[in-house]
Nanobody, 118 residues
Framework: QVQLVESGGGLVQAGDSLRLSCVAS????????TGWFRQAPGKEREFVAT???????YYADSVKGRFTISRDNAKNAVYLQMARLKPEDTAVYYC????????????WGQGTQVTVSS
């Protein structure tokens, strides 16, 4: 089992930056594929970014060039650095992890709220 706990959300203004953190416990984190997802009010949860083994990263087009995902295996942590935030980035952000390249994510955090005011 892997437990994920996000932190770092908050209320910011458009154009500001914010860094989300996700700390894992329960098992060695380094072999897992980790990702960030978000869900805005009234919308479905959507993919934001993922970091795979070897540090390969993928981003949603809507955040590419503004968000950066990274991980620190020694700290069992994954981060999402968000820059040039827009009101449409407002959502609950979730950290997720899975043990294989294929399939769905097995583990999810409780989410952290990010609100961007215009």
């Amino acid at each position: 089992q892997v437990q994920l706990v996000e932190s770092g959300g908050g209320l910011v203004q458009a154009g500001d930056s914010l860094r989300l953190s996700c700390v894992a416990s329960g098992r060695t984190f380094s072999s897992y594929i980790t990702g960030w997802f978000r869900q805005a009010p009234g919308k479905e949860r959507e993919f934001v970014a993922t970091i795979r083994r070897g540090g390969i990263t993928y981003y949603a087009d809507s955040v590419k060039g503004r968000f950066t995902i990274s991980r620190d295996n020694a700290k069992n942590a994954v981060y999402l650095q968000m820059a040039r935030l827009k009101p449409e980035d407002t959502a609950v952000y979730y950290c997720a992890a899975k043990g294989s390249d294929s399939g769905s994510y097995d583990y999810w955090g409780q989410g952290t709220q990010v609100t961007v005011s215009s």
